[in-house]
């Protein structure tokens, strides 16, 4: 991991998704935005992602659970914000609603400025599979493939050709350290490079948020902090936004903001 420039300088394949100039967020609250990589996209003043009172409740038989009440939080690129909060607070289901994974029950998620609840499966889809990255706490690679199979596979699917894929993600490996790891299987892989390879194919389509769900969970802390070091210098050098929960306050405390989920709703932390 010695060249910060390779990644930065990566150019975004394709334009990115259409834009609805009528249902964009508020450009306004704009606090520091850290870093940037300094693309000149004209919302780039406004939060790239922008939680918006989101609710989310699950019915369990009679009961019903109201796990988020009207959470609201902005995220600008450049900025990694630590999530920390309890088990069962509601952070992966916070997550899963900014990724476009559920529906939340109120609120809007927009992502790039443009509200994501009524836009069509397809574009919801075509917007995760550009706009956001995924890490979760185990790697869910596919074992029959790969590390950079693993990698150049979300960008085949999203139109690269094999070889445009195979440098980028070829370059990301080198970049995330795995250089003589390429062709191993996630079996034939340490925990903290399986988790390394995962991050390399969540950003391989340069997605401008990448959200991680305690990315670091089940590794040791050294791995941990090798594996962490990979997604701040990615932050750093590519502009991306993460939203990052974990349990691990030495690792939050160097992301630059920290909150927190109390009483369904995200409070800002010191
Ligand atoms: N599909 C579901 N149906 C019913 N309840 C659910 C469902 N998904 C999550 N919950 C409940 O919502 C609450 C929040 O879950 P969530 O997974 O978001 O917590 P978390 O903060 O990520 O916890 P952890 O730190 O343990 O990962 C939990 O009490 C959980 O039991
Ligand atoms: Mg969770």
């Not at 790969?146 to 596979?153: G, K, M, P």
Request: a neutral charge.
């Amino acid at each position: 991991m010695n060249d910060t420039t390779t990644f930065a300088d990566m150019p975004r394949s394709g334009t990115g998704p259409p834009q609805h100039a009528a249902s964009r967020a508020p450009a306004a609250m704009s606090p520091d935005a850290q870093g940037g990589d300094g693309t000149a996209r004209p919302q780039d003043d406004g939060p790239v992602l922008f939680l918006s009172g989101i609710e989310r409740r699950y019915r369990q038989g009679e009961a019903v659970l109201e796990i988020l009440k009207g959470a609201e939080l902005a995220v600008w690129p450049g900025q990694s914000v630590a999530l920390v909060a309890p088990s069962g607070a509601g952070k992966s289901t916070l997550m899963h609603v900014a990724g476009l994974l559920e529906y939340p029950d109120g609120g809007e998620v927009y992502i790039d400025g443009v509200a994501t609840s009524t836009l069509s499966d397809m574009h919801r889809t075509r917007l995760r599979r550009t706009e956001l990255g995924f890490v979760y706490q185990f790697h869910h690679l596919l074992p029959e493939f790969s590390a950079i199979e693993n990698v150049i596979l979300p960008q085949m699917i999203r139109g690269l050709s094999r070889r445009e894929a195979m440098g980028r993600g070829t370059e990301l490996l080198n970049y995330l350290g795995l250089k003589d790891r390429l062709t191993h299987r996630p079996a034939e892989l340490s925990g903290g490079e399986q988790q390394r390879v995962a991050i390399a194919r969540a950003v391989a389509n340069a997605p401008r948020i990448l959200l991680a769900d305690e990315p670091t969970g089940n590794l040791d802390p050294r791995t941990s902090e090798r594996v962490f070091n990979a997604l701040t210098q990615l932050v750093r050098a590519s502009g991306l936004a993460m939203v990052c929960a974990t349990h691990n306050m030495d690792i939050a405390a160097r992301m630059n903001r920290r909150v927190t989920l109390r009483d369904g709703l995200v409070v800002e932390l010191e």
